[in-house]
């Protein structure tokens, strides 16, 4: 059975491209067949991340209004045969999106991916309104901050309210992904702890990834940071796309460096 996971976040900025550009790669390399798609009209940003920006032809609105075949405009990513991605349109158009046609597309990508992964605009107007709309389940993005929190909060109650599930008497899955999380400062107490932001949300926890510096330098050259063996924001991916894909696999909490206050204290008395 294939299934529609909307990466969203309410708050722009929190790392919801990072996080479906790094999970489409991750679910890839479980060998599934993944497909990731840019419903962020207007913006373009995942053709980047996953270095495709040059490949670019067709875009997902005209494979909707019959403008191109579907297979003309997925584009195969070069770093994994089993990952594919469809680009968002560049028109400042929001409105271009219509219920009925998303839905086609999406039971269109459902027949040939196991997994069809969409990455949201920023807010919660229409375009991310589409994005939730015929979704199976949501991994929400929060950064470890009250307003990404808050923002997030608003964002379920409308993914609760307005989608396809919904209306239908189910339930829509809710996962979370802490993003940006710096264990040192929530030590100095300069940062919210993961569990204040899972008391807060209610949802489950999917994974917490690290700050990392690396993350912005694979982005900007088009490898995301999955692909590093060696980065923490890497290795958190993939036990995220492990989870994702069934494993069961454990979450990792980020720990604080030696030079937290624990790390600190511990020193003083060891
Ligand atoms: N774990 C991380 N550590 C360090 N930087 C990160 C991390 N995750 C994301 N970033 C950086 O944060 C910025 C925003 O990330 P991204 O574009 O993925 O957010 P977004 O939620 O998709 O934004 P928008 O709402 O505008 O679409 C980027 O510069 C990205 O490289
Ligand atoms: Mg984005």
Known sequence: MSKVIAVISGK???????TTANIGLGIAMQMKQCVVVDFDIGQRNLDMILGLENRVVYDMVQVMDGEAALDQALIRSKANRNLHFLPASQTKDKSVLESAKIKQLLDELKKKFEYVILD???GIESGFEHTI????SAIVVVNPEVSSI??????????DSKSQLVKDGKEVEKKLIINRFDPDMVEKGEMLDSDDILEILGIELLGIVPEDKGVIDASNQGQPIIMNEKSQAGKAY??????????KTP??????SKGGIMGRLKGIFS
């Open 12 to 18: 722009g900025g929190v790392g919801k491209t990072t």
């Open 251 to 256: 979450i990792v909490k980020p720990k604080a």
């Open 238 to 247: 993939k036990r995220i796309s492990k989870r994702i894909c069934g494993n």
């Open 120 to 122: 949201a605009p920023a």
């Open 133 to 136: 709309e015929f979704a199976d």
């Open 150 to 159: 808050r923002d997030s909060d608003r964002a379920i109650g409308i993914l």
